[in-house]
């Protein structure tokens, strides 16, 4: 007998392991389309779940709807307990470490960096985007490869601007907790990620809450050719502490060189983007991607630091 619930689009799915009809269960697929055929979008996701060993009805490919931001979930990284923080502040701009870290650049113009982690977001990021193009800035974006695989239009956008992608691991794991395999996995999947959204590669790493051991640094750049990227400025926006003090800690922080370190995943602080970068561009910093600012950093002579005055 046709269950009711198939009468509205949904698929019932049956457990192979008993052979015995398993309670109805809808699927997302099931839900998401029932949404659609409604005419109407719904940003709550059933969190029915499936098995490996369920068996799933065919669904013409063609008829599924697209993902689009109103028909994914997003959940904000949760953060327990302290988290380490920059380590390498106090490291020298140059050194035996120089090529693997970054913390800052060493450079002798008013060049800075401004990144965004933990995106894409489907309405941060995009309001964001607007006001860096207003504005012609350029920064790069520490993305989250879970993120791109929900947002990937998110990212292409963020890509044709002009702006640079960075790798910060696919499910934002504590990486120097984590065994070679699981970390190399979490940043090839995160790259991945990217290339299949975007057909570009990410560049840098950032690893999540700075946390990796100097030893993993050299393995991920002598294997994967990133060198880790901390920062040199740090408003702590993840505590929501409003615009104002965010644009203030920004503004009072920077100097030349400066790696500025923000998220793109909080609307405070975007919130707090206009008035921090018109701050800035009035101060005469200019906005390179990190890439940039660490080529410039190259092109200084052995031996020389240029003064950040
Ligand atoms: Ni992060």
């Given amino acids: 007998m046709k269950n009711p619930l198939q009468t509205f689009g949904f698929q019932i799915l049956t457990s192979s392991k008993?052979?015995?009809?398993?309670l109805p269960r809808l699927s997302r697929r099931g839900f998401i389309a029932l949404s659609a055929?409604?005419?109407?979008?719904?940003?709550?996701?059933?969190?029915?779940?499936t098995d490996a060993n369920d068996q799933v009805a065919k669904v013409d490919p063609a008829s599924a709807p697209?993902?689009?931001?109103?028909?994914t979930t997003y959940r904000t990284p949760q953060v327990r307990g302290p988290v380490p923080r920059?380590?390498?502040?106090?490291?020298?701009?140059?050194?035996?470490?120089?090529?693997?870290?970054?913390?800052?650049?060493?450079?002798?113009?008013?060049?800075?960096?401004?990144?965004?982690d933990d995106g894409p977001h489907p309405k941060n990021t995009p309001r964001l985007l607007d006001m860096l193009r207003e504005r012609n800035v350029r920064a790069t974006f520490y993305v989250i490869g879970r993120n791109v695989d929900l947002?990937?239009?998110?990212?292409?956008?963020?890509?044709?601007?002009?702006?640079?992608?960075?790798?910060?691991?696919?499910?934002h794991p504590i990486l120097s907790k984590l065994g070679d395999s699981t970390v190399r996995d979490e940043l090839l999947k995160c790259r991945d990620a990217v290339a299949r959204a975007?057909?570009?590669k990410p560049r840098t790493l950032r690893p999540p809450?700075?946390?990796?051991?100097?030893?993993?640094?050299?393995?991920?750049?002598?294997?994967?050719?990133?060198?880790?990227?901390?920062?040199?400025?740090?408003?702590?926006?993840?505590?929501?502490?409003g615009p104002s003090v965010v644009t203030s800690r920004i503004l009072s922080n920077t100097t030349p060189g400066?790696?500025?370190l923000a998220h793109d995943l909080h609307s405070s602080t975007v919130d707090a983007m206009p008035a921090t970068l018109d701050g800035l561009l009035n101060k005469g910093y200019k906005f390179v991607t990190v890439s940039q600012l660490l080529a410039m950093g190259n092109q200084t002579a052995p031996g020389q630091v240029a003064s950040g005055q």
């Fill in 18 to 22: 008993t052979g015995e009809p398993a």
């Fill in 37 to 49: 055929s409604l005419g109407s979008s719904c940003s709550m996701i059933s969190s029915a779940k």
């Fill in 66 to 71: 697209a993902r689009t931001t109103a028909n």
């Fill in 86 to 116: 920059n380590p390498d502040l106090n490291l020298p701009a140059s050194g035996p470490t120089s090529g693997i870290t970054f913390s800052r650049v060493a450079v002798s113009q008013p060049y800075i960096a401004i990144t965004f």
């Fill in 151 to 171: 947002y990937p239009n998110v990212l292409r956008r963020t890509v044709s601007e002009g702006h640079e992608i960075g790798n910060h691991t696919y499910s």
């Fill in 198 to 200: 975007a057909g570009v």
């Fill in 209 to 241: 809450y700075g946390a990796l051991l100097q030893r993993q640094r050299e393995w991920v750049h002598r294997e994967l050719d990133y060198p880790t990227i901390m920062w040199s400025v740090d408003p702590l926006d993840w505590k929501r502490p």
């Fill in 258 to 260: 400066a790696i500025v």
